[in-house]
Antibody, heavy 127, light 110 residues
């Protein structure tokens, strides 16, 4: 059974770069059937999609975060990672990594629903 | 892109049925049959309840059902149980190859 586990610092200073890694176990990160993504949830608020990556390296980002986000994949380590630059207090959130099936069968690119979620990791932006 | 619109809260008594709406545009909900719904209990990761508008993953109770009309999708929970009390989020594929979530709805079982 596929599992996702987030890891990374729980505290980041304002203006610095947030970096998180998700380790995939129980399945292949190189599967052509899935994208791998990041979703966050500020305290007391709703879910926000950050971005997703295909094993080949193709990326899709939330337009509102695109200028600050990079997602990359390391298939040899079965990991994918998120960096978010120039963080502020507004970036304080629980960050989830996720698996999305593809829509390639109908000729559409990009991720859609999430069928597997990590447990989430809390990141606080504070000096 | 703005979040999909959901009511902030809904409530119902045990055994009753409730419906949560999720309104988008022709670029997301209305344009594709790729709406999904998630249940989230406090302090937990979301759980997929419905995908492709009306499909239930294995293991999800058939008390949960989904539908769509135009730019609005709906999640119906029948035979409400105390354990259904949670936050519910809709999500849709969009024409800009992105994922859009709703603002979330808090379900209270009275």
């Amino acid at each position: 059974q596929l599992q996702l586990q987030e890891s990374g610092p729980g505290l980041v200073k304002p203006s610095e770069t947030l970096s998180l890694t998700c380790t995939v176990s129980g399945g292949s990160i190189s599967s052509s059937s899935y994208y791998w993504g990041w979703i966050r949830q500020p305290p007391g608020k709703g879910l926000e999609w950050i971005g997703s990556i295909y094993y080949s390296g193709s990326t899709y980002y939330n337009p509102s975060l695109k200028s600050r986000v990079t997602i990359f994949v390391d298939t040899s380590m079965s990991q994918f990672s998120l960096t978010l630059s120039s963080v502020t207090a507004a970036d304080t959130a629980v960050y989830f990594c996720a698996r999305h099936p593809t829509l390639h069968r109908v000729g559409l690119l990009g991720p859609y629903y999430v069928d597997v979620w990590g447990n989430g990791t809390t990141v606080t932006v504070s000096s | 892109q703005s979040a999909l619109t959901q009511p902030a809260s809904v409530s119902g008594s045990p055994g009753q049925s409730i419906t949560i709406s999720c309104t988008g545009t022709s670029s997301d909900v209305g344009g594709y049959n790729y709406v999904s719904w998630y249940q989230q209990h406090p302090g937990k990761a979301p759980k997929l309840m419905i995908y492709d508008v009306s499909n239930r993953p294995s293991g999800v109770s058939n008390r949960f059902s989904g539908s769509k009309s135009g730019n609005t999708a709906s999640l119906t929970i029948s035979g409400l149980q105390a354990e259904d009390e949670a936050d519910y989020y809709c999500s849709s594929y969009t024409s800009s190859t992105s994922v859009l979530f709703g603002g979330g709805t808090k379900l209270t079982v009275l």
